[in-house]
């Protein structure tokens, strides 16, 4: 267990935080930075619960820095601004994701791709470039540099924007990348939790066949009519496999507990695309067989 000391900061906050691997939270009183020159200070209104929330109080990947505050799908409303900043003023609805800052200068942030940049700073569990412990928004306050803040849309509820921190664009960007959001295309989603459902919401948006994918069949009445889903298989249902093998243009994989390939890797066309987003604790198994080709 690693417990650092508190540095001290002008903006008090309260929160809640881990202090072990129990994976309990308690009430933390903690302070944030000052307004920098390019900070955006906003009250957090809403923060999403993430798998990789528990994941990281319970210090299952590894990495744990206590106490640790988590939360990375923070939205709220500006109540502060530095005099640099451009793109925010107060009143804005903003929400901030998993990250909060970059080094600007390798390959990847200068093209516009900072999520993979080797000097990431993550909201929570890292140390930020003042030497400060990152803490999510699991708070009252959050401040970040405005150039890891997004506005969040008028029309658009501050609930229902949380999740699209990180469990929206985790599903959306692969989605867009991979080519896999053209209408009339057949997409799987295996897993039904916080990225599953906005998988099929994104796909039934953009006019997709969406068939969802679980070991558990009572999820089926909220896929089918809650979610709009077309269609849904239990994943050990082997005749309901069988039946739709070659049948998916691709597949979002979004669990994160072991499970096997196989049987998704079936499900897709010839060059269908096998998309994994989920992040099981434990290595997957991959056959290889079904992946040659002649």
Known sequence: MSILQEQE???????WAATDTSGHLAPFKFSRRA???????????YCGICHTDLHSIKKEWGNGIY????????VGIVTDGGHKVEK?????????????WACHSCDNCKSDLENYCPKMIMT?????????VTKGGYSDVMVANEQYVVRIPENLSLDAAAPLRCA?????SPMKYFGLREPGMHIGVAGLGGLGHVAVKFG?????????ISTSPAKEKEAIE???ADSFLVSRNQKQIQAAMGTMDGVIDTVSASHPILPLLDLLKAHGKLVMVGLPEKPLELPVFPLGGN
């Open 9 to 15: 900061f002008p903006q008090k906050a309260f929160g």
């Open 168 to 172: 929206g664009i985790t599903v959306y």
């Open 124 to 132: 929570y569990n890292s140390i930020y470039v003042d030497g400060s």
């Open 35 to 45: 307004t920098g020159e390019k900070d955006v200070t906003f009250k957090v209104m």
């Open 204 to 212: 039934k948006a953009w006019g997709m066949k969406v068939t969802v």
């Open 226 to 228: 809650h979610l709009g």
């Open 67 to 74: 106490p640790t505050v988590p939360g990375h799908e923070i």
């Open 88 to 100: 925010f003023k107060v009143g804005d609805k903003v929400g901030v994701g998993p990250m909060v």
